[in-house]
């Protein structure tokens, strides 16, 4: 029986490490394996930092500390399933240090390289610019949420490098039931406090919008958010809720800005969006390209008119949403679900054990 250590950097409630590892240890389990989880920061360290902008220095430090207790046991186990990089800021020579007698699977969700490597600070730039590329490079696999990660990878000489995306489990996401004729339609939004500014800054075209077709703008896990002019609904985010909240609605929007960072992003909310029938508007940035089929699925916007033009026609037109919403719904039964994924997640952990 192979022994995996897997080392999120957060619990259950941050959502990169819930849908990229959480969501994959019942299938290893049932193929066999035994499963040691260990996230370096806790969900109540999270919701801290969500409450008050930070996670408090005792906290870090004693989160920090188990961390390294963990990683100096880790040579029992036959491979180390590593979130993004297992001690942020740490050299990289003394992570690989650390794990120089077990093997280790990186797993991307975002291009946290950017961190160190685009850091405003010269000197951090300097020092950890290439802290991730090493990490990478001493992996035994690295698996990527998509492809701007992947390229970066096999830049830095990683061995071996597999995309493969961010999805939902179709077993919590079923099909939209109906789609309605509403006297005030519902655009939808689903993140964080911490991605809500990417949500404003569609404030002026959204208010725009809101003077020529009625709707209502429900935001769900991004805390209270005002607009000028817009009907704005929050809503709290909880697993257990947040695909039925989408499901009442009637068009999925995912605004990003297009840099380095954004080309990192996974386009996690799109398949949310389009496993509960909904069609989408996207910026047309990073993986949402890969995700989105224009005209078939939803469509891109980029600038302030193309947002205003986009949603209207869906607003405005019940036929059309029902048709991109449930092509999207076909697309990510074929390639963007828990049930497609898994048995290919676990074949290359299984196989990345072994060797």
Request: hydrophobic residues 45%.
């Given at each position: ?103 280790y699977v990186l797993d991307f ?184 089929r224009e005209g078939e699925t ?58």
């Open positions: 029986m192979l022994k995996f250590l897997v080392l999120p950097k957060y619990g259950k409630l941050g959502a990169s490490s819930r849908m990229r590892l959480f969501q994959y240890v019942p299938q290893l389990e049932q193929a066999g394996a035994e499963v040691t989880v260990s996230p370096l920061l806790s969900d109540a360290m999270l919701q801290a930092r969500y409450q008050r902008g930070a996670y408090g220095v005792w906290a870090l430090l004693r989160a920090y500390s188990r961390r390294l207790m963990t990683l100096l046991g880790s040579q029992q186990f036959d491979l180390v399933w590593i979130e993004k990089e297992a001690l942020p800021w740490f050299p990289a020579w003394f992570e690989r240090l650390l794990l120089r007698r077990v093997p969700d975002d291009a946290i390289f950017h961190n160190y490597d685009l850091h405003r600070v010269l000197w951090v730039r300097h020092v950890y610019g290439r802290r991730i590329d090493r990490l990478m490079a001493g992996a035994r696999l690295v698996v990527t949420g998509n492809r701007y990660m992947a390229d970066r990878a096999t830049a830095a000489a990683a061995q071996w490098v597999e995309v493969l995306p961010t999805v939902v489990d179709l077993v919590l996401y079923a099909a939209k039931p109906s789609y309605r004729v509403a006297a005030k339609p519902r655009i939808v939004w689903i993140g964080s406090p911490s991605t809500v500014p990417y949500l404003l800054a569609l404030a002026q075209p959204l208010s725009a919008l809101a003077k020529r077709q009625p709707f209502s703008l429900r935001v769900i896990g991004g805390g209270v958010v005002t607009m000028p002019g817009v009907d704005v609904e929050a809503v709290n985010w909880s697993a257990d809720t947040e695909a039925a909240q989408i499901a009442e609605c009637d068009v999925g929007i995912m605004p990003l800005k297009n840099s380095p960072w954004e080309q990192g992003k996974c386009a996690y909310k799109l398949i949310q969006y389009m496993a509960c029938g909904l069609p989408t508007v996207a910026s047309s940035v990073g993986a949402n390209r890969d995700v989105l939803g469509f891109f916007a980029d600038t302030d008119d193309e947002w205003i033009e986009r949603i209207e026609m869906l607003l405005c037109n019940v036929a059309l949403r029902q048709l991109l919403g449930q092509a999207g719904r076909v697309r990510v039964e074929a390639n963007y679900c828990l049930q497609q994924t898994a048995p290919r997640l676990v074949r290359l952990l299984m196989d990345a054990g072994v060797h």
